[in-house]
């Protein structure tokens, strides 16, 4: 290797180690220019361009690394993890059997090809992959933490109890660890671990996200037994960090739900049709009960559930040509009437054939196709749309009390409890507007109904449904079928009503709730 390559390479490698994409990329332009069959700089820009977003872009590039080394693991797993995230199931399930054909025995690529299998939901087969990562690097905190979170979507507790404590052993800073096993023990007694949470708390040089973790830790523990006042307080001072990196505003969501009002008015003309007649979308805000109806519904012998995944989101950004950043915003939706909806509605549905096969009806359980909901129906007018309510302010405290995805800004409303209260009026008012503008095609069910009256709740919901009553629906919790939500334990037990009226457990630090459900004319008193 001529000297100025191998000085560039090792810059490279230097730049890539430590987090240095640019430089990563100046030097692999470099290495190029000298020699354009160094498969290793085809690579570099493909996790250059990952790291900027670039999916395909990024997938061209180590396509181009492959064609010179077809066998490198490395660059196999990476282009698996690269169609994940476009949400290729096909290719990136391709991508990862070839490259367990190949026998990979770096722990890295193992983790890369056991989490693309997660994100599919073949969650026994990523369990095998990242057993294989753990064995061959058991000092690695993230792969124990990867292959624990496997097992709770499994359903096994007690494995995934002992991997999230085999990552705090192996990083006792692990925070994100902690609270992890504190919401798989979440129904459970107190756990004895408040006095360390309590220390590390203290800690001086913690980041938004450390802390954010560890409030949502210890207020569980303060829960557990009952003091409400400290839990609050914890979680309170947990998301302060948080609130001020994210920096929310309640007004550019108010945007886009303004948006979708007007962009369908209630006198439209929406033309019916029989295009995803056999199409269910499960929706609602987050923490509603929309994992339960989705595991009532997926025991049904005619409904497979694809869970919480982004089909038809995607579908719209791309033939929308939309270049913003945003998946959804409101200058998508003002541009939305040059859609061709029947497009929209072929990619989503091809999308749903690949994931499910042959079945009679699929259900999608994305929470926040809430706000798609005049989309989907323009796309597939033959589909049914279920809305799940909840009690006002226990959806409000439920929502504030659960930790959701640090990277995703659709849930920045989260940190603060007022914003929280603001972002459910919108969603109250848009769930009203679609109530009005698609009366035969869109059905609330409420959470409590359910709780209360099992029986009579599902057998409207399958009537609307257009399928048959199925008593295996009310014993759900038997199903032995991975969840991947934040609800994955509490839907393998039978219902419970400890969920409902949580919110008066914690009588005047909901007074922001209160303030702005009263200004919305929302009725919450009982």
Same mark, same amino acid.
């Given at each position: ?39 290793? +700089?085809?690579?570099? /820009? ?10 395909? $872009?990024?997938? #061209? @590039? !180590? ?116 609270? +992890?096993?504190?919401? /798989? ?10 006095? $360390?949470?309590? #220390? @590390? !708390? ?135 009437? #040059? ?188």
């Amino acid at each position: 290797m001529p000297e100025t390559l191998k000085k560039l390479t090792n810059k490279a490698a230097i730049a890539l180690n430590n987090g240095a994409f640019a430089e990563l990329e100046s030097c692999a332009k470099q290495i190029l220019q000298l020699d354009n069959t160094y498969a290793d +700089a085809w690579f570099f /820009l493909s996790l250059s361009a990952t790291e900027r977003r670039k999916v395909s $872009v990024a997938i #061209e @590039l !180590v396509d181009s690394a492959l064609r010179l080394s077809s066998r490198n693991t490395e660059y196999v797993a990476h282009k698996a993890r690269l169609h994940t995230m476009a949400g290729q199931k096909e290719a990136a399930l391709a991508a990862a059997d070839y490259a367990m054909s190949l026998g990979p025995d770096r722990p890295l690529v193992l983790d890369t090809l056991g989490v693309v299998y997660s994100r599919f939901d073949m969650h026994e087969q990523a369990r095998e992959v990242l057993k294989l990562s753990v064995r061959v690097s058991p000092d690695n905190a993230q792969f124990q933490f990867n292959l624990a979170s496997v097992e709770q979507f499994l359903g096994n507790a007690a494995g995934a109890e002992e991997g999230y404590r085999d990552a705090i052993r192996v990083k006792p800073d692990f925070y994100r660890a902690y609270w +992890a096993l504190s919401e /798989l023990e979440k129904n459970l007694g107190a756990s004895g671990r408040l006095p $360390v949470l309590e #220390e @590390l !708390v203290k800690g001086t040089n913690l980041s938004p996200e450390d802390r954010l973790y560890l409030g949502h830790a210890i207020s569980r523990e303060y829960e557990k037994t009952g003091n409400y006042d400290h839990a609050f307080q914890s979680l309170s001072t947990g998301k302060e960090g948080m609130r001020a990196k994210v920096d929310y505003r309640v007004a550019g969501d108010k945007k886009l739900f303004d948006a979708m009002k007007q962009a369908f008015p209630v006198d439209g003309d929406y033309a019916p049709g029989d295009l995803g007649n056999q199409n269910i979308f499960v929706l609602g805000m987050p923490r509603s009960g929309t994992t339960l109806v989705d595991r009532i519904l997926s025991t049904h012998s005619r409904i497979v559930s694809m869970g919480e995944v982004q089909y038809f989101a995607r579908a719209m950004k791309e033939v929308s040509g939309s270049k913003t950043q945003a998946m959804l915003d409101s200058e998508l939706v003002m541009g939305s009437r #040059e859609v061709d909806f029947s497009e929209v509605g072929r990619r989503y549905l091809f999308q749903v054939g690949e994931r499910t096969g042959i079945k009679e009806f699929s259900l999608d359980k994305m929470p926040l196709n809430f706000l798609y909901v005049g989309f989907i129906l323009r796309a597939l007018p033959g589909a049914k749309i279920a809305c799940l309510r909840r009690h006002p302010v226990d959806t409000c405290l439920s929502n504030y009390r659960q930790l959701f995805a640090v990277n995703f800004s659709y849930y920045n409303y989260h940190y603060d409890l007022k914003d929280t209260a603001e972002y459910y009026c919108l969603f109250d008012e848009l769930m009203a507007h679609w109530k009005a503008v698609f009366p035969d095609r869109f059905l609330e069910v409420d959470y409590e109904d359910i709780v209360a009256k099992p029986e009579l709740t599902v057998r409207e919901l399958c009537a609307f449904l257009s399928v048959e009553f199925e008593t295996a629906g009310l014993e759900f919790y038997k199903s032995k079928s991975a969840v991947s939500t934040a609800s994955a334990m509490q839907v393998r037990e039978p219902l419970y009503s400890s969920a409902v009226d949580r919110w008066k457990h914690y009588g005047d630090h909901l007074a922001p709730v209160f303030e702005v459900l009263s200004k919305n004319d929302i009725s919450y008193r009982q």
